[in-house]
């Protein structure tokens, strides 16, 4: 969802040259800043070390350029928002590109179980919701619980993705493609639907034989 987002703001800009060229500039810059603050947080980091030596340089000179916001997450997108105050948040890229299949209530869904919210541990885009059967509320591990929602979503958002860099320059063969790819999704779909209510039917069956 995050991948599909910050490609879906690039394509948006895709014919302002100039706008999309800072875009992808300060994006590689932020890339920079949090190599250098990954490293500097390790223990027993070697100061002394060229790569460390010419990657601190190359923090100090982006900071110079872009200023000491440029720190924080998402401040690489802020030639987009230069009437906000403040730090940028993930939601302001999500509304800027406009999130129309509303998949951003799935990654909220699954942030809660990452990051071990109260909620993430009672319920998962993992578990199957079947009636009569009871489910552990958190999988550790493989499993083919409950793989549908977030196998779909993936799917989802590849197309989403894969389409909207095809259709930039529109094209008979683009749209060709566009629509292939939307067959192999339905597919995808019916197949991850297919699978699931195989395993609700086997559970099923193994409870009325107890």
Known sequence: HETKIILMLFCKNYDSTDLLNELLKRYNDAAIIE???????????????PYFISLKDQYYEILDEYGQEFKYSYEWSRPLFKESKGRITFKMLENYIGDHNNTNTFYKKANYQIHSS???????????????????TYIFGPSNLGLRIPGQLVALTLYESIATYLL???????IIHTNVLELFLDEIFSSFDSVEEQIIQEEMSMLEDN
């Open 118 to 136: 109260p909620l993430g541990t009672f319920e998962s885009l993992g578990t199957i919701g079947a009636h009569d059967i009871d489910y552990p």
């Open 168 to 174: 930039l320059n529109t094209s008979l063969t683009a």
């Open 35 to 49: 190599e250098y603050r990954e490293l500097i947080s390790k223990v027993n980091l070697d100061k002394k070390d």
